[in-house]
């Protein structure tokens, strides 16, 4: 492995004139692409470490939700109050996201910029209704997550541009989010299959008023399945009603086969745990989870 060049600016602006230059690649927790670069699937000719730019990482409240950081650390997601309130679904993913080493070093931006298809993340914050706040050399602009993933490891960003933080709505009252990962084990390794869902409900708490359902691993990108979404929304959630949904997102997977699971088999599996998380998010919903 030849060794790159490490700029290490101070500031967004300089991170940004860094990235202009030919064969430079972004670097914040480096749990992807120290191990790519060792594979010889990648061989930057600079490095530029951006865990050293102010405002970059952290975790703050503001109008209508919350802001995260995007080379906030995993670790640093399970001390946030303001996540562990508002958004409980993160801190589960981030209780089962590699190990404790692994989560002291890689950054919630970091899992997002690597667009791999099983992200764990992607699919919650795909389901909370996040935004990418993205700076590059024409100024900052705001991106759906829906419209971030472009396929396997390929991402929205343009030349020169930085992922600086994801913004989540503060979800409805009467909104309940579940996720589901199946995999050989429970941490530590990709999933073979991914789901989550949010459900928002009516003031009757019977039917359904919004519903966000994504899928990992079964597709180029982590996707949203929204014919699965609309079998939900405007009707009274029942068990049937619930399965048809998983069947309806099966249906839409775009899974593939390879070493580790058959594309029938990944198919099947994204019935049973859309119907799984389902089940899980009407509960929450029920509670008002969170609270």
């Given at each position: ?142 991106l ?6 472009k ?66 691993a ?15 929304e ?7 009603l ?36 389902l089940r ?12």
């Amino acid at each position: 492995m030849v060794r790159p060049d490490i700029v290490v600016p101070e500031t967004v602006e300089e991170a940004i004139r860094a990235l202009l230059s030919r064969g430079a690649v972004a670097l914040a927790g480096a749990t992807d692409i120290i191990p790519a670069m060792q594979r010889g699937e990648i061989r930057p000719r600079i490095l530029v470490n951006l865990k050293h730019i102010s405002g970059l990482a952290g975790v703050s409240r503001v109008r209508g939700g919350v802001r995260v950081g995007a080379a906030t650390r995993v670790a640093d997601l399970l001390k946030s109050e303001a996540i562990s309130s508002q958004f409980p679904l993160l801190v589960e993913v981030a209780e089962d996201f590699g190990s404790p080493q692994i989560r002291n070093l890689a950054t919630i931006g970091g899992n997002l910029c690597n667009a791999a298809p099983s992200a764990d993340f992607a699919l919650a914050l795909l389901v909370l209704g996040a935004r990418a706040e993205i700076h590059g050399p024409d100024g900052r602009r705001e991106l759906d997550l829906t419209e971030f993933f472009k396929g396997v490891n390929r991402t929205a960003l343009r030349r020169g541009e930085i992922l600086t933080a994801i913004h989540l709505p503060r979800p409805p009252v009467r909104t309940g989010a579940a996720y589901a990962k199946l995999g050989v084990r429970r941490a530590m390794d990709l999933a073979l299959v991914g789901a989550a869902a949010a459900l928002g409900l009516a003031t009757d708490k019977r039917r359904c008023r919004q519903a966000r359902i994504a899928l990992g691993a079964v597709a180029p990108i982590p996707m949203r399945a929204r014919r699965a979404e609309a079998v939900l929304e405007g009707k009274v959630v029942s068990p049937a009603l619930i399965e048809e949904a998983g069947a309806a997102a099966a249906a839409e997977a775009r899974p593939i086969s390879d070493l580790r699971a058959s594309a029938g088999y990944r198919r099947q599996m994204v019935r049973v745990l859309v119907a799984r998380v389902l089940r899980e998010a009407l509960v929450r919903a029920k509670k008002e989870w969170p609270r």
